[in-house]
């Protein structure tokens, strides 16, 4: 079957960096996807991988390696702002999207 | 503002009712989405359509039905309702099929008695 292994819950101190882990398991690969959802609201974009490294936006990047199934999300400088759940997500053969549980980041003063 | 427009943003529902959910969008987008989301959860895919007049199944789709009468709708009807058919519903669209990042609406989050 189809799998996106994320930690369920990070905690992190403002100011700090915090590094978010995703690993999958998929029937083919086409696109890596990481989302933010803040409490009670819809998940938006931050940031797409399809080859292999690191793609960076300001305070965030995320690296991919496809050869170990590996995502990861980093956010530094962090805000108390950036509290919330970070979702990865895989594009699969079919492309279709197959999605993690979702990473809530705590962010303590 | 452009974007996705769902509704109602929530509702309490009796079981065995039916129940309509709207989903609008203004981005003439081609492929709609939609998606549960329960608590431990990933977000699941109900029903997706790739283009208006054509519809598909995800992974979840039993209990739901979905229609595509034109680019901009895309409503999502639970026929008969069930208590596990509680959770917050999110609809979403893209630009092309496959390719392009998910734009989402704000969920609709429905209670089933």
């Known amino acids: 079957g189809q799998n996106i292994d994320q930690p369920t819950e990070m905690t992190a101190t403002e100011g700090a960096i915090v590094q978010i882990n995703c690993t999958y398991q998929?029937?083919?690969?086409?696109?890596l996807f990481w989302y933010q959802q803040h409490a009670g609201e819809a998940p938006t974009f931050l940031s797409y991988?399809?080859l292999d490294g690191l793609e960076e936006k300001g305070r965030f990047s995320s690296f991919l390696s496809r050869s170990k199934g590996y995502s990861y999300l980093l956010l530094k400088e962090l805000q108390m702002k950036d509290s919330a759940s970070y979702l990865c997500?895989?594009?699969?053969?079919?492309?279709?999207?197959?999605w993690g549980a979702g990473t809530k980041l705590i962010i303590k003063p | 503002i452009a974007g996705i427009t769902q509704a109602p943003t929530s509702q309490i529902l009796a079981a065995g009712r039916r129940m309509t959910l709207r989903c609008t969008q203004d981005?003439?987008?081609?492929?709609m989405y939609w998606y549960r989301q329960d608590l431990g959860l990933g977000l699941r895919l109900i029903h997706y359509?790739?283009?208006?007049?054509?519809?598909g199944k995800g992974e979840v789709p039993d209990g739901y039905s979905v229609s595509r009468a034109n680019t901009d709708d895309f409503p999502l009807t639970l026929a008969s309702a069930v208590p596990s058919q509680t959770s917050v519903y999110f609809c979403?669209?893209?630009?092309?099929?496959?390719?392009?990042?998910?734009?989402f609406g704000e969920g609709s989050r429905l209670t089933v008695l």
């Open positions: 979403a669209s893209s630009d092309s099929t496959g390719v392009g990042e998910l734009f």
């Open positions: 981005m003439r987008h081609n492929a």
């Open positions: 359509s790739n283009t208006a007049g054509t519809t």
């Open positions: 998929t029937s083919g690969f086409n696109g």
């Open positions: 991988n399809v």
């Open positions: 997500a895989v594009r699969d053969s079919n492309y279709q999207l197959i």
